[in-house]
């Protein structure tokens, strides 16, 4: 056997990857690098690069412990190079190995350049299947062959009949497949929140976090108090705690919004899941157990798995499915730059300065908050889409390209023309009034509808309906909004649109 080198890249720190498999500790030799390309080529959150430097070195240790040869590059290292492929080839150099294996990168661009590496090196390359999904590439990609429509629901009664999960018989657990009916409660104030459970940083995340304060000083986000379990033991902890303490609200309230309420009934371990520190198939199985034990109802069970099985496999198979192109999606052509206050929380609007200021504390904010709140008003508001994934890619912890795009490309901004929704998530401020608390203490009137007070998601609402009728007036799902347009005098709707242009100039 000739010795191999294996590259495990950040968010691949799961013992039982693919690249790991039939590793001999005699021999072959694992690397993890810290570079600035992958650090820089989105300006990340200080807690999203501690949280992976850390991870990655706590991974490192643990390879170690059990018997491995670990090349570790920290981002310091006076010879490092900055970047994974250059890296790949002093690490080459330096130990001569007869080939190199990595796992399949989550990521196109970072595919796409260690292929170009493997077609010039010297040793062969193979890129292994990532097998941490319930789904392959192209399983997805047969499922999607002939269809018209590709709706993440029926994709996952897939999903959930491959795995078995909620599943009684062939049918459905309860009868349904989907109880999101259930889950649309606005939270109170006065209900007991639990937290996400709080990791002390060791040693090693110390020394990431001072690493990370010198190098990143700019980079925007609060690094401390840093609490993001870092190793797999820490994130099945934190699973754990979310099951005992949240899972059973987590369907009820999972779209309600309260101010100073960062986490309500959220797991908050996508971040985890997203590096391989927890398996999403062991995941369920241990939501589906508190069901089954009654600890917690199916609304919430069935929401939670749907999540994972349904919504982050989707998501993850359109990626690789649309991939490159997908990414410049422009389906509005829009070119409205991002608003500064993006990277502030400094605005007036008190729902947006929430999730934004919670993001910069925490690189965290919840999936309605991300669509409802700061996706929705990028999409009412015009801003390019390219620009609004890189927000979102460079701001949460959970982000890797190939869940967050799809997300932003395609749910949040419809900038993909109806591929994965059937009709853009944009509404006026009544949902958000609806959902949350946001609006009792904001300058805005939610109540009022054109003005200086009115609140601005309701003119922009009418204002972005208008202005891509010709785009959407054919949509049947939004036949009753339009109608409603329609039906409006001249004098009002000459009165949302001057409102909505008043606002809109603000943010030229
Ligand atoms: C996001 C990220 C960051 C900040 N830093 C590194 C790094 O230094 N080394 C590394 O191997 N990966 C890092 N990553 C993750 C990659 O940018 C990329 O998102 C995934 O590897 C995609 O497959």
Not at 141 to 156: I, P, T, V
Not at 278 to 292: G, K, M, N, V
Not at 314 to 329: D, N
Request: hydrophobic share 40%; proline share 4%.
């Amino acid at each position: 056997m000739t010795r191999r080198l294996i590259l495990i890249l950040g968010d691949q720190l799961s013992s039982g990857i693919s690249s790991l498999k039939n590793a001999d500790p005699a021999q072959d030799v694992i690397m993890l690098a810290e570079v600035t390309d992958e650090a820089t080529y989105v300006p990340h959150h200080k807690k999203k690069i501690a949280f992976i430097f850390s991870a990655m070195r706590h991974f490192a240790a643990e390879l170690e412990a059990a018997g491995y040869t670990v090349r570790y590059v920290k981002l310091d290292d006076k010879d490092n190079t900055g970047s994974l492929s250059d890296e790949l080839s002093r690490a080459v150099s330096a130990l001569q190995p007869g080939c190199v294996f990595v796992t399949q990168p989550g990521e196109w661009r970072v595919k796409t350049a260690l292929e170009n590496w493997g077609t010039k090196s010297s040793v062969p390359l193979t890129l292994l299947t990532d097998d941490r999904f319930i789904a392959t590439i192209e399983e997805f990609a047969q499922w999607s062959e002939g269809r018209k429509s590709l709706r993440m629901e029926y994709f996952y009664r897939e999903m959930r009949r491959k795995t078995g999960l909620l599943m009684d018989g062939d049918r459905p657990e309860g009868g349904k497949w989907n109880y999101d009916t259930e889950n649309r409660k606005p939270a109170r104030g006065d209900l007991f929140m639990p937290s996400p459970l709080r990791v002390v940083p060791d040693g090693i995340t110390k020394a990431v976090l001072r690493l990370v304060d010198n190098r990143f000083s700019n980079n925007f986000g609060d690094l401390e108090p840093f609490w993001f379990a870092v190793t797999s033991d820490g994130a099945e902890q934190a699973l754990d705690h979310f099951i005992k303490t949240a899972l059973k609200d987590f369907g009820a309230y999972q779209d309600a919004m309260l101010v100073g309420e960062k986490f309500l009934y959220h797991a908050v371990i996508s971040l985890y899941l997203n590096i391989g520190l927890l398996d999403p198939l062991d995941i369920c199985r241990r939501a589906e157990q508190a069901y089954r034990a009654g600890d917690a109802p199916l609304n919430s069970v069935e929401g939670f798995i749907r999540q994972i099985i349904g919504w982050r496999e989707y998501v993850r198979g359109i990626y690789w499915l649309k991939m490159p192109e997908y990414e410049s999606s422009n389906f509005f052509s829009t070119d409205r730059d991002l608003p500064a206050f993006y990277w502030t929380g400094k605005t007036e609007l008190t729902c947006l300065r929430e999730a934004i200021s919670q993001t910069k504390e925490e690189a965290y904010a919840h999936h309605i908050q991300r669509l409802m709140i700061t996706g929705n008003f990028a999409l009412l508001t015009g801003i390019e889409p390219r620009q609004v994934h890189e927000w979102y890619l460079a701001v949460y912890a959970d982000a890797f390209e190939w869940a967050e795009l799809p997300n932003t490309i395609g749910m949040s901004q419809f900038a993909d023309g109806g591929l994965l929704g059937s009709k853009p998530y944009v509404s006026g401020g009544n949902y958000i009034s609806k959902m949350s608390d946001y609006c009792e203490n904001c300058r805005f009137d939610v109540k009022k509808k054109t003005g200086d007070e009115a609140c601005p998601f309701n003119s922009l609402y009418w204002h972005f309906l208008d202005r891509h009728k010709n785009k959407l007036g054919s949509n049947g799902r939004l036949g009753n909004v339009y109608r409603t347009w329609n039906r409006m005098s001249e004098d009002k709707k000459a009165d949302y649109l001057a409102t909505a242009d008043a606002f809109l100039k603000t943010l030229d």
